[in-house]
Nanobody, 123 residues
Framework: QVQLVESGGGLVQAGDSLRLSCAASGRTFYNMGWFRQAPGKEREFVATISWTYAYTNTKYADSVRGRFTISRDGAKNTVYLQMNSLKPEDTAVYYC????????????????WGQGTQVTVSS
């Protein structure tokens, strides 16, 4: 049974940092992504990572590029989202998800989702 468990969310001030983790079990994944959903808004793409033994590639939303970094630990089957210089507009529930496809930014392309972790950034 596939399971994704996010952790690391919390309440921080603008300019602070947080690192989210997404631990996967039940299968080994090679394409994972982070999305977020703020109250009253649609779920939006944040970052995605795809890897093989030969490469690791990433893609970011324009709103987070240069501030957020997605990475992975293959041995732990875990993906991370390092979030620096957080802004109030980053406040949302953050979800990790998996896909069989390379560097997907559309939520519809993802098959399994975690339960989400709340990130709140105060001004």
């Amino acid at each position: 049974q596939v399971q994704l468990v996010e952790s690391g969310g919390g309440l921080v001030q603008a300019g602070d940092s947080l690192r989210l983790s997404c631990a996967a079990s039940g299968r080994t994944f090679y394409n994972m992504g982070w999305f977020r959903q703020a109250p009253g808004k649609e779920r939006e793409f944040v970052a995605t990572i795809s890897w093989t033994y030969a490469y690791t590639n990433t893609k970011y939303a324009d709103s987070v590029r240069g501030r957020f970094t997605i990475s992975r630990d293959g041995a732990k089957n875990t993906v991370y989202l390092q979030m620096n210089s957080l802004k109030p507009e980053d406040t949302a529930v953050y979800y990790c998800a998996t896909t069989t496809r390379y560097l997907r930014t559309n939520a519809d392309d993802y098959d399994y989702w975690g339960q989400g972790t709340q990130v709140t950034v105060s001004s």
